[in-house]
């Protein structure tokens, strides 16, 4: 199964990368550099949406659009 999930990067001023989502709560993610950030976000989303098992409260904010990520489970 694919789900998109929008990822909100930011800079933070030590230099590192910090991504977080609207929709996977609790999606906290960093790393050296925007691609490690990116991997290591999907890994996290992949074991929260794995943790959940009930997809019933994963929501889509549909007018908004960060940076999609297509995590396969």
Known sequence: MSYYIDLNIEELPEGFFLAT????Q???AQG????????????????????RHEMSDFKIVKNKFKYPV????
């Open 21 to 24: 989502s609207e929709q996977v």
């Open 26 to 28: 609790g999606l906290v």
């Open 32 to 51: 050296r550099t925007i691609n490690e950030t990116i991997e290591i976000a999907k890994d996290v989303a992949r074991k929260l949406l794995e943790a």
């Open 70 to 73: 297509i995590m396969e489970m």
